[in-house]
């Protein structure tokens, strides 16, 4: 099933997202204050929407979570 992204933010993330991804993995926690960082907004502000964009991103099978290595990683 795949999952719908809401919010506009969440919207750009979805091709932010694989871009960044092609250099090196991330955890979470990176990612989401790379990109707060990038969009100039709080981290609080970037969680959910960042949520959103990685879950459609794992139903379409471009990317997925590293339980190892506790990374999100391109597929």
Request: glycine fraction near 0%; include cysteine.
């Amino acid at each position: 099933m795949e999952r719908e992204c809401d919010s506009p933010l969440a919207l750009s993330l979805l091709q932010i997202v694989p871009s960044r991804l092609k250099d090196h993995s991330y955890s979470i926690l990176e990612l989401a204050q790379e990109l707060a960082k990038e969009f100039e907004c709080p981290l609080c502000e970037i969680l959910t929407p960042m949520s959103e964009a990685l879950e459609a991103l794992a139903a379409l099978h471009q990317v997925e979570f590293d339980t190892r290595q506790k990374r999100v990683v391109l597929v």
